[in-house]
């Protein structure tokens, strides 16, 4: 591993590759999620454009008086669509809310597909309609990379590559835009965001705007990740760590506060959290359960877990 802390992999040479190339690719990738749980993606095929321009957009938004943006919280949703005010997350071993803010955005159902019952409407910002019309188009692009991934990992587990094609279609992603705001005093114990592990089955993140994102290795140590330009890093989440009984690996990370001198600095970050539909069984994989690593979780499908999990972060009551 390099002084980056995190492996690189190039995602065209498995869109575009030769057998060989793709073969490779899924090799370092699997290998990445099963030592690590993280990798860095190069030629990913998110436009540059797009992610800038979301990202402007965004700071444009948190720019807004507070009173304008709590008209864009909807109170009964547990923060899965619109804008959570600051304080309100914390991750699931602390009391402490995380130093943030954000604005989340979900699945589009253009077919007719009765799943779309399930999901709330998107919430558009009348003040900053570049927001919204950007935010839906950077999640069709983040859907489509995040889609690759998936089916290079089910190679990789020797599930065939559509084994996730059917299980993430409309599947209950989210794009979530967050920001830190400066630090204008000392916190009392809070970080930007706390230790925690990511829901789903993997988040896709576009270089935060500042450092500060972190991850605890196999040793214990803490660890910072900053990726090059045009690069996008991804990590596997719980759920992938329980279909796959903690063979690969959902890694603890944090974002913690920068050094004094650039407290005045806000930060941006844009995740993608790449969510199944709820109805997935994530029941451990049979080849996953051995006597070296016997079965560690009870069945329960996705919808089940994520509500579970948004109760533990105090954003569902």
Not at 25 to 39: D, M, Q, T
Not at 142 to 166: H, P, R, S, T, V
Request: net charge negative; aromatic share 10%; with cysteine.
């Amino acid at each position: 591993m390099s002084k980056r802390n995190i492996p690189v992999v190039d995602l065209s040479k498995f869109i575009d590759g030769n057998a060989e190339e793709r073969s490779a690719f899924v090799k370092s990738l699997g290998r990445a999620f099963h030592e690590i749980g993280f990798v860095g993606v190069i030629n990913h095929g998110i436009p540059k454009e797009l992610i800038n321009g979301y990202y402007e957009a965004s700071r444009q938004f948190f720019s807004l008086p507070v009173e304008v943006k709590r008209k864009y919280e909807v109170p009964g949703l547990a923060g899965q669509r619109g804008y959570t005010s600051f304080g309100k997350e914390h991750a699931k071993q602390s009391e402490v809310a995380d130093l943030k803010e954000f604005f989340q955005l979900g699945q589009e159902v253009s077919d007719n597909d009765p799943i779309k019952s399930e999901y709330p409407d998107n919430v558009s910002v009348f003040e900053a309609p570049e927001f919204s019309r950007l935010g839906r188009e950077l999640y069709t692009a983040f859907e489509k990379a995040g889609a690759e991934l998936l089916k290079a990992i089910a190679i990789y587990l020797d599930l065939g590559e559509d084994y996730f094609n059917q299980k993430i279609r409309n599947g209950n992603s989210i794009l979530r835009s967050i920001h830190y705001p400066p630090i204008t005093q000392e916190p009392e114990s809070a970080i930007r965001a706390e230790q925690h592990e990511d829901i789903n089955l993997i988040t896709l993140l576009v270089g935060a705007s500042a450092g500060g994102l972190q991850l605890l290795t196999m040793d214990n140590e803490w660890v910072s990740i900053m990726p090059e330009e045009n690069e996008i890093v991804i990590n596997v989440g719980d759920m992938l760590q329980r279909l796959t009984n903690n063979y690969l690996k959902s890694t603890t990370h944090r974002v913690v506060n920068p050094p004094r001198e650039l407290w005045h600095l806000p930060r941006l970050s844009i995740p993608f959290f790449l969510h199944p539909r709820s109805t997935m069984d994530l029941t451990c994989l049979d080849k996953c359960v051995t006597e070296e690593r016997p079965l560690e979780y009870e069945p329960i499908t996705a919808g089940e877990y994520l509500n579970e999990r948004l109760r533990e972060i105090g954003l569902k009551k």
